[in-house]
């Protein structure tokens, strides 16, 4: 039967972050291990992704994609049916354009074999970039098609869509049929990207929603600087930030990181299920920006669906400040006899009923979410 894919936000890992071309059958079967051992399954991540540089430079005989032999010396199918033996799904890249980023041959006029050859691999997601796209080609045509492709296979192929959110991508890839559209240009692996990408994010939030999520990219939570986008790294309470925010902001969740060798910090960020429960809340709404002082002081506001809010209190500035929400700024007048019960999702801690607002003092770059339940007081 099929399913309605991307209910949720998609949750995986994908190479691209830290391995780049630097791929192989090995790496993706310890990470399918590791998702498992490691506790990541267990926290919602089910989809394996190899991202570009995985085939040969050219295409067989039959115009068929071929997997790079000397990468994936068992084919891609064996590796398929490995992940799904873990009980985790397989995901895979192409790219709308005549060739990858990276060089590799694109599915440019090729968008139905190459959606068969990736069904008859047991492919269940597809990550489809846009680099090489021919001046004169349609855009939005493009993803339109693949989209179809991928459909008509009959196969269920969560389709990712990566224009970095050219053309306006937000108004019309829902309807191309994809289940999670790309918003920004690349993340790197330092403060300054996990900032811009937030701030690129403003009135974006109605176009983000179950069937197709805004993607923000890839995270690159416990990269530390060591890897294929590890310009600079971040510390931990950055790490537990970005994480934060695209949890409040409902983006996919994929891993970027090497998780077979995850410091413990960067697995408690990546795998605490609280703070994961606002990602994947079934409404899927977006966060709303309530407060801003100074250009660097946020606090953003989200409804769930069991009647509560996710509240997300952010320093973005490079000293130890307040944040500031006053409940006015929320919906709630002064005199309404109602106040807000927070509960700490980082801390798993309930720390009381508040009745005119609630200000937190967070260090450089730092957060704090909360749940909060409006209740009479
Ligand atoms: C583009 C995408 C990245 C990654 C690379 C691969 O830059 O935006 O996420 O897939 O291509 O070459």
Same mark, same amino acid.
């Given at each position: 039967m099929i399913q309605m894919l991307s209910k949720t936000p998609p949750m995986g890992w994908n190479s691209w972050n830290t391995f780049g071309?630097?791929?192989s059958d090995s790496l993706l079967r310890e990470t399918a291990d590791a998702m498992v051992d490691n506790g990541f399954r *267990?926290? /919602?991540?089910?989809? +394996?992704?190899? *991202? *570009?540089c995985w085939s040969k430079l050219s295409r067989d005989e039959n115009g068929r994609l071929q997997a790079d032999e000397a990468k994936f010396p068992k084919g891609m199918r064996a590796l398929s049916d490995y992940i799904h033996s873990k009980d985790l799904l397989f995901g895979m890249? %192409?790219?709308? /354009? @005549?060739?990858?980023?990276?060089? !590799?041959? /694109? %599915? #440019?006029?090729?968008? !139905?074999?190459?959606?068969? &050859? !990736?069904? %008859?691999?047991?492919? *269940?997601f597809l990550k489809y970039d846009f680099c090489f796209k021919p001046n004169k080609a349609d855009g939005p045509l493009l993803y339109k098609r693949m989209g179809m492709a991928l459909?008509? @296979? /009959?196969?269920?192929? =969560? !389709? %990712?869509a990566c224009n970095w959110g050219g053309d306006n991508a937000e108004t019309w890839m829902r309807s191309a049929g994809a289940h999670m559209w790309r918003s920004t240009g690349d993340i790197q692996d330092n403060w300054n990207s996990i900032k811009d990408i937030t701030m690129m994010q403003l009135n974006k939030e109605c176009y983000s929603a179950t069937g197709c #999520?805004?993607?923000?990219d890839m995270l690159v939570v416990g990269m530390y600087g060591k890897g294929n986008v590890g310009f600079g790294g971040c510390n931990d309470e950055e790490y537990k930030t970005h994480f934060s925010l695209w949890c409040l902001f409902n983006s996919p969740l994929m891993i970027g990181s090497d998780i077979r060798n995850l410091s413990k910090k960067a697995t408690e960020i990546l795998t605490n299920k609280e703070v994961i429960a606002i990602n994947q809340d079934e409404e899927g709404r977006g966060a709303y920006l309530a407060s801003n002082w100074d250009n660097t002081r946020y606090a953003w506001v989200r409804p769930l669906s069991n009647g509560e809010y996710a509240i997300g209190y952010f320093n973005f500035s490079d &000293?130890? @400040?307040? +944040?500031? =929400?006053?409940?006015w700024d929320i919906g709630l007048p002064l005199h309404s006899g109602y106040g807000v019960a927070l509960r700490d999702v980082w801390e798993h801690e309930d720390i009381g009923v508040f009745k005119e607002g609630f200000n937190k003092i967070l260090d450089p770059h730092a957060c704090a979410v909360y749940r909060a339940k409006i209740v009479k007081i």
């Open positions: 071309g630097q791929i *267990d926290a /919602g991540y089910k989809y +394996v992704v190899i *991202d *570009d890249y %192409s790219c709308a /354009g @005549t060739r990858t980023c990276a060089g !590799f041959p /694109g %599915s #440019f006029e090729h968008e !139905f074999i190459d959606a068969e &050859t !990736f069904a %008859s691999w047991g492919v *269940d459909r008509a @296979t /009959g196969r269920e192929i =969560l !389709f %990712s #999520f805004n993607d923000m &000293t130890r @400040t307040d +944040v500031i =929400l006053p409940w």
